[in-house]
């Protein structure tokens, strides 16, 4: 029976290992190692032009005045090369949207204030890739935008071009995010602890610096790597504020327009130097701060005994400070609420809003490769979540619940965790160049560009839930399997009717999590997804990268269609996600030997 047990607890290891190893390190490893010099990769793209520029050039600002006695101030940031972009816009961004973040959190936290301004940051937590930053540069258009609209009657506009661009959407949509983030750690932070502060007199000053502050660090922490991560990682807001060269130098954007070389077969080695780069930034970040990551992730699963309930009513500096976060919130708000009504609309051209209407979603549905689009991101997406889930489970009971040397638990945790730090232009690198020799078979990425999108979808998103459901099972009492085990039941019947049965909340919470980061992975999807276009119904390109092409070589008319299209995919997503939850919900009653 022991020497049964061994071998089941040996097949829950290897299962996770090997998949990580075949999809993630072993391409990673060939395309950095095998098929280039990466010390020379490095130097090449180190010692190009413009890489790193100094001093940086352009001007920050520009004032142009008009006849009519009005100013046009021109936001446009310095360009100091792809390098420097990315890491001052990432650690701008990361800072200032945890500090506004926190700064909210802690006041909705310790304060008895109305849940509507507790849910209002929640909206801009619906990820509409594209459509989101162009609602940005919509908002500070400097004749029609929303922004100016206000500004007009002092005579006075602001429009964000090039790098100031791509900073001003990142902070704007990811505010919510370290918002969600900080607030639901908080909430996790016993109320006794407070309590006992409160008796022996502590002020709401002292409580925030000597209480609050300092156990919401690993939160606080977590928000700037995570957001610091994504920024890095994302070249949407490039892309659309592409029309000044300063947003095109950012590392992302330019791995993602060297790709295109490696399709016609010539592998650059500036380019792998660029997603070397990108990817020695991302693990130092993800190596520095996953104690802090785990333990948000934890307390996701634990959460506290007795939640601190609000009691205090804000005093007067309290509602000053919290009417100029709340003009923030809401100004962080508005790229998701636009971006909705975008999608009921008839059109958005020259007016500060979309004009309400259904065109949107007829352009939307009357284009059969639109459609297809969508049935092809469910079907990869609904794949990716079951594999997902299968490695989830097998990893999160062995890093939680198995008695295993340290070095092998360490090894399958950090390789389990780490995607969510790699960049998804990383991934499509490593899988083009890794697999492309499979082309005699017919199975490279080119030829069967939907398998390698479904694969990296699993491994660029398995962190999410895999996280969720190690910190769920960790806080469930050995006790319960423990007696499973001595009245005979194997590792294979504890886990899947006693154990997934306690947890299936936090699995479809995580499923649902991780479902909408697949439907609006861009980076993977506008490479690897692209890579056979999107001609005729038969086509496998999934959403986001027809949502790509609609907001840059379509133009600005199916933008609204774009946003109904994410919105609907969304939808069903979720609908097949409760469906599969019911299921889920009889797995008790299934018969596992």
């Not at 969600?180 to 000053?205: M, V």
């Not at 960790?474 to 154990?499: H, M, W, Y």
């Not at 999590?513 to 992975?521: H, K, V, Y």
Request: glycine share 6%.
């Amino acid at each position: 029976m022991i020497i049964k047990e061994k071998y089941h607890s040996i097949i829950f290891f290897l299962i996770p290992s090997i998949f990580v190893i075949l999809f993630l390190i072993y391409p990673l490893v060939k395309l950095f190692i095998e098929i280039t010099d990466p010390i020379q990769s490095l130097m090449l793209a180190i010692t190009s032009s413009s890489f790193i520029k100094f001093p940086p050039e352009g001007p920050f600002i520009r004032v142009i005045s008009f006849t009519n006695d009005t100013s046009l101030i021109v936001i446009r940031g310095f360009d100091a090369g792809p390098l420097a972009n990315s890491l001052i816009v990432a650690s701008m961004v990361s800072l200032m949207a945890t500090l506004i973040g926190m700064g909210y959190a802690i006041i909705m936290f310790l304060y008895k204030i109305p849940s509507i301004f507790k849910l209002l940051p929640l909206l801009g937590i619906i990820p509409l890739p594209f459509v989101q930053a162009y609602v940005v540069e919509r908002m500070f258009n400097p004749i029609f935008g929303l922004i100016n609209y206000f500004l007009s009657p002092i005579k006075l506009r602001i429009t964000v071009t090039g790098i100031a661009g791509v900073f001003l959407y990142q902070l704007l949509t990811y505010i919510p995010l370290a918002y969600a983030i900080i607030y639901s750690y908080l909430k996790t932070i016993p109320s006794e602890f407070i309590e006992s502060a409160q008796d022996l007199g502590a002020q709401e000053l002292i409580l925030i610096k000597t209480i609050l502050i300092p156990m919401a660090k690993p939160a606080i922490i977590t928000s700037i790597a995570l957001l610091f991560t994504f920024s890095i990682d994302d070249v949407t807001g490039s892309i659309i504020f592409q029309s000044d060269p300063s947003a095109r130098n950012t590392l992302v954007y330019q791995a993602y327009t060297y790709f295109l070389e490696q399709v016609t077969g010539r592998i650059s080695p500036r380019a792998v130097g660029i997603v070397l780069i990108l990817l020695i930034i991302s693990v130092i970040v993800f190596v520095f701060t996953r104690k802090y990551i785990a333990i948000v992730y934890s307390s996701l699963g634990t959460g506290a005994l007795r939640g601190w309930v609000s009691k205090w009513r804000p005093r007067f500096f309290i509602y000053i400070i919290l009417f100029f976060i709340l003009l923030i919130i809401i100004l962080s708000s508005l790229p998701t609420t636009l971006s909705i009504l975008y999608a009921f609309s008839n059109e958005w051209i020259a007016t500060p809003l979309p004009s309400l209407g259904i065109s949107s979603i007829y352009r939307a549905l009357s284009i059969p490769w639109r459609i297809k689009s969508i049935f092809n991101t469910i079907m990869y997406t609904s794949v990716a979540l079951v594999i997902i889930l299968i490695i989830s489970i097998f990893g999160a009971y062995t890093t939680s619940r198995l008695k295993l040397l340290s070095i092998p638990k360490a090894f399958l945790d950090l390789s389990l965790s780490i995607p969510i730090a790699i960049p998804g232009i990383v991934i499509a690198y490593s899988y083009f160049t890794s697999f492309k020799d499979l082309s005699i078979f017919g199975m490279d990425p080119v030829s069967k560009p939907w398998m390698y999108l479904i694969i990296a979808y699993a491994i660029r998103k398995l962190p999410y839930l895999y996280k969720i459901l190690q910190a769920a099972m960790t806080s469930i009492p050995r006790d319960v399997e423990e007696a499973a085990f001595s009245l005979g039941a194997n590792i294979f019947k504890t886990t899947f009717t006693i154990l997934l049965p306690q947890l299936m909340r936090s699995i479809l919470i995580g499923l649902w999590i991780t479902s909408l980061t697949i439907i609006t992975e861009v980076s993977t999807s506008i490479t690897i997804g692209g890579l056979r276009g999107i001609q005729g119904f038969e086509h496998p390109a999934p959403l986001m990268y027809v949502v790509y092409l609609d907001m840059t070589y379509t133009g600005i008319k199916y933008g609204g269609a774009s946003s109904f299209l994410m919105l609907l995919t969304m939808g069903l997503e979720t609908l097949i996600i409760l469906l599969a939850g019911k299921l889920l919900m009889n797995i008790k009653k299934w018969r596992i030997p």
